[in-house]
């Protein structure tokens, strides 16, 4: 799925717009608000995983950001309606990361992708 697809069919928000790549393929997700668990659950997943994926979060912070970045995942998700500030954004750009932000609850954002055949972490070592 195009990140223009995937924009289109959560009704999101680009807040990075001086980076947004609407051509970049998404093939994988990961759900999660604890920066925590990504990189102690992904710590073994292959470079694809990330290069093609997002991160799915309602964690508007800079941890957030950093994380994205340390994984190399190129897009945030962030759901619930949730802005991020200024500065979140001013580093999401300086990091190469784009930020997207939906309305629906991380449920529903990853119902939507699964349902477009976006995948997750445990279907890679199923």
Do not use: C
């Amino acid at each position: 799925m195009k990140t223009s697809e995937m924009v289109t069919l959560l009704q999101a928000t680009v807040f990075t717009t001086n980076h947004y790549d609407e051509t970049l393929e998404i093939k994988y997700a990961f759900s999660g608000d604890l920066m925590s668990d990504a990189l102690m659950v992904l710590r073994n997943a292959p470079s694809e995983f990330f290069e093609s994926g997002v991160l799915i979060t309602g964690n508007v912070t800079m941890q957030s950001v950093r994380t994205a970045e340390m994984l190399d995942f190129p897009i945030i998700i962030l759901t619930r309606d949730k802005i991020p500030s200024k500065p979140v954004i001013k580093q999401a750009e300086e990091s190469k990361v784009m930020l997207i932000g939906t309305r629906d609850v991380m449920f529903s954002t990853s119902g939507k992708l699964y349902e477009k055949n976006i995948r997750g972490f445990s279907d890679l070592t199923v």
